[in-house]
């Protein structure tokens, strides 16, 4: 009986000894939890983009990116497949929540690549964050997602730049290169409109411009002439209008009927940055500037290739790059910090995850070189031009503009 018993406590020491050396499943120790990947189950990424309607060119321009990403991989990511799911979230807040809502329920999901609006982002986040998942955006670019004093919530990240940059870019172009010293702006009411309008007219007044109007119209309006009565009263030289369409080509078509308005330069951003926008606006988008990514270099090159090798012709939207780091950024970071079983387990250790993505310092993207801070702006706003829209892209189907200016 003895000899059983010692038999017994040596064949159990053998078993706590393979345990603490990483044999059979591994154990989760992460204060927010873990993903456990069977040895046969796939590893699980999510979108959160805008699919369906006006602003569909968003996201299926960030879809793209991200499948383009996982391609590189072969598919497949610690010798398990990269399963990519996702929800359309219509660039809305309504959309953001309920997206944010069934992925947080999905305990599967390691982390997600999204959202395409800011106020889709600022909706969800909430739900996303408080599940201990990790959100990278390759497109929004409101300042309060990224401010500790503003929505910024843990877990969220984005490659984007923060319009921070962009509304700065706009306000020197506007000034320094078409010497305009009075402008106008309109907003949607969104986040991202308001407060890019924000920074440009603050930055304007600060190099010594003034601001003659600022105001909003609704999503959904479609008779811009009351507001743009209002802002040709003054004859602006620049009017600025960083919103999405179709309001903003009703904006501009509508501006050539205005009094006041016949020598003010139109000005957008990049939710107008769509090869949708010179066609569904006409002639009166001939000579508007459009502030955006602006993405150059070899790497981008070979990513403009494999999009046309897989889904034909040239990108829709600017930010298909941003979602390509993005996707490589969250991938990376689940390669770093997973742990792997003898059987082929996997956890994926989601504070750990995080304090990864927030460690990532020198990151070579096709953007340019990457490095997020605590709050989760990777971005540095190098990434930014202007551009001019010409007959080209109205009528001969050209797309994108040529980039006239860079900072």
């Known amino acids: 009986m003895k000899r059983i018993a010692l038999l017994l406590l040596v064949a159990l020491l053998f078993t706590l000894a393979l345990s603490a050396c990483g044999g059979g499943a591994p154990e989760c120790e992460d204060e927010i939890g873990c993903v456990t990947i069977a040895p046969d189950e796939p590893i699980r990424i999510a979108y959160m983009l805008t699919i369906s309607g006006a602003t569909a060119f968003l996201g299926e321009d960030s879809r793209g990116g991200i499948e383009i990403a ?99 870019v706009a306000a020197d172009y506007a000034y320094n290169e078409l010497g305009a010293r009075t402008a106008a702006t309109i907003h949607d009411g969104s986040p991202y409109a308001d407060g890019l309008q924000g920074v440009f007219a603050s930055r304007f007044q600060e190099l010594g411009g003034t601001i003659t109007f600022q105001g909003a119209v609704n999503v959904g309006d479609t008779d811009m002439r009351p507001i743009l009565t209002n802002v040709g009263a003054d004859s602006p030289d620049v009017l600025y209008f960083p919103i999405f369409e179709p309001e903003g080509n009703f904006i501009a078509a509508q501006s050539t009927e205005i009094a006041g308005l016949e020598n003010t330069a139109l000005f957008g951003a990049d939710g107008l940055l769509s090869e949708s926008f010179p066609s569904g606006t006409g002639p009166a988008a ?37 979602a390509y780091d993005a996707t490589n950024i969250l991938l990376d970071a689940i390669e770093e910090v997973a742990v792997v079983g003898d059987d082929g387990t996997i956890l994926v250790p989601r504070q750990a995850l995080r304090d990864a993505i927030t460690a990532t310092a020198g990151f070579s993207g096709v953007t340019g070189t990457l490095t997020c801070n605590e709050t989760g702006d990777c971005a540095t706003g190098e990434a930014l031009g202007i551009y001019e829209i010409t007959d080209a892209e109205v009528s001969g189907g050209n797309w994108p503009p040529a980039a006239v200016w860079t900072p």
């Not at 955006?137 to 997602?145: F, G, I, K, M």
């Not at 502030?291 to 600017?318: C, I, N, R």
Request: proline share 6%.
């Open 70 to 168: 996982i391609d590189d991989r072969g598919g497949t990511l610690l010798d398990h497949p990269i399963q990519l799911t996702g929800e359309d979230t219509g660039c809305s807040a309504e959309g953001g929540q309920t997206a944010a809502q069934k992925i947080a329920a999905d305990t599967q999901i390691v982390g997600i690549i999204g959202t395409s609006c800011s106020s889709e982002a600022t909706a969800g986040l909430p739900a996303i964050s408080e599940a201990g998942m990790v959100m990278i955006s390759p497109s929004n670019t409101a300042p309060a997602l990224t401010d500790a004093n503003g929505t910024w919530h843990p877990g969220y990240y984005r490659t984007a730049h923060n319009d921070l940059f962009q509304g700065r």
């Open 286 to 322: 001939v000579g508007m500037y459009l502030s955006g990514p602006y993405v150059e270099g070899d790497a981008y090159q070979q990513l403009l290739a494999k999009w046309d090798a897989k889904f034909g012709g040239a990108p829709p939207s600017g930010f298909h790059a941003h």
